[in-house]
């Protein structure tokens, strides 16, 4: 890539240019050991030389960018458009989860229909995850789920019917969310996508009235 | 158009499963009854309509639509209604594990057909088999008359999965 050329060229200039500031301080330090006259002579020589690696350190890179500006260096990169869809689709599973999860706290009865689904819903976190190379947290950039995604924030209802009810709309929502994500994927991803939202929409079949989830 | 020849290939792959899931559907119906039978009934339909459109788009691309076998291998033996409702399962596991490869075309509009057979076909082999998969398509679980399940004493969905006919658009 053009790009990298370059940064590992600005790079390159600055690194020689402050290594020649380091040498001459040196040099300057061994001659100030020396009588107070060498002192003297010895600032000069360290301005003048201070000048031209100014110089070099600011023109060089400069040159080997084209003019683009020193900014470009600290501009953090952007992450790529299927890292984003992958992201959205963990905070979508993660969310979905912590529903099952709020469920089944306040509705026990369901845990045998339920939990087949909870654990597909699992494999789904699991296979995007799978997607994600994540950096380290603190080079991360701040990305947070638009809802927070724990248990104690989901408010899920009390009674089987009316939370069977609140997981199908949930899980026909997620399933339409991924729908949307689908064209700005690339094309594996896109079939993963594909394949989780139909598993969704399965989950919101046996979920709705009149019939048994799992 | 250059760009049409994966699109073309995709759909021939997904119109040879429609091809077999006429043919699955037209031997499960024979071993079923009731509810169950009209539910097939209705499964056939559906794919002879999504065999239609498939065709018509194909054409539309310049291409000439692959045609049905004679007969098919059925995967297990067929001889009663719990293999007939498996078979019907079966045959919508291959359906839309053939529509995953329109669902990974460049083009939007193919994309989503895609997707949208892809739900219908899991959500038809869901009311068959009584439960769901975590990737349908993606992977299919073994074929073969499985243990009792839920799925064989109820009919399948015919709500909730309109059939790919009404979105194609060609």
């Given amino acids: 890539m053009p790009g990298d050329g370059q940064r590992h060229g600005m790079l390159g200039a600055r690194t020689v240019g402050h290594g020649a500031v380091r040498d001459r301080r040196r040099h300057d330090g061994s001659g100030r050991d020396g009588s107070g006259r060498e002192d003297g002579g010895g600032r000069v020589v360290r301005e003048a030389t201070r000048r031209g690696v100014l110089a070099t350190v600011v023109s060089l890179p400069l040159v080997a960018t084209g003019c683009k500006g020193v900014g470009a260096l600290g501009t953090p990169p952007r992450p790529q458009p299927d890292v984003t869809v992958v992201r959205d689709a963990i905070d979508g599973e993660t969310l979905m989860i912590s529903r099952y999860q709020a469920v089944l706290a306040a509705v026990p009865s369901l845990a045998g229909p339920l939990g087949p689904l909870l654990q597909q819903h699992r494999e789904h976190l699991a296979r995007l995850r799978a997607r994600l190379i994540e950096p380290a947290p603190a080079s991360r950039p701040a990305h947070s789920p638009a809802v927070a995604a724990s248990p104690a924030a989901v408010q899920a209802p009390g009674t089987p019917t009316a939370a069977r009810a609140y997981l199908r709309e949930a899980e026909q929502a997620a399933a339409q969310a991924l729908l949307g994500r689908l064209t700005v994927a690339p094309p594996s991803l896109a079939q993963l996508l594909a394949s989780i939202a139909a598993s969704e929409a399965t989950h919101a079949l046996l979920l709705g009235p009149g019939r048994r989830a799992g | ?170």
């Fill in chain 2, 1 to 170: 158009m250059t760009a049409a020849a994966p699109a073309v290939g995709a759909l021939q792959a997904a119109l040879a499963a429609e091809h077999a899931a006429v043919y699955g559907y037209g031997v499960a119906g024979a071993h079923l009854s009731g509810a169950r039978r009209k539910a097939a009934a209705q499964g056939w339909e559906v794919h002879e309509a999504a065999r239609d459109t498939l065709a018509a788009m194909i054409t539309a691309l310049g291409a000439r639509p692959v045609a049905a076998a004679a007969a098919y291998r059925l995967p297990f033996p067929v001889h009663g209604s719990r293999a007939a409702v498996m078979l019907a399962a079966f045959v919508e596991d291959r359906v839309a594990t053939a529509y995953l490869g329109v669902v990974a075309l460049s083009d939007a509009r193919l994309r989503l057909f895609g997707a949208r057979a892809l739900e219908s076909a899991a959500l038809r082999a869901a009311g068959w088999r009584g439960r769901t998969l975590a990737f349908p398509g993606l992977e299919a679980p073994a074929p073969g008359p499985v243990s009792s399940g839920p799925g064989a004493s109820r009919p399948a969905p015919s709500a909730q999965s309109p059939p790919p006919a009404g979105q194609a658009g060609a």
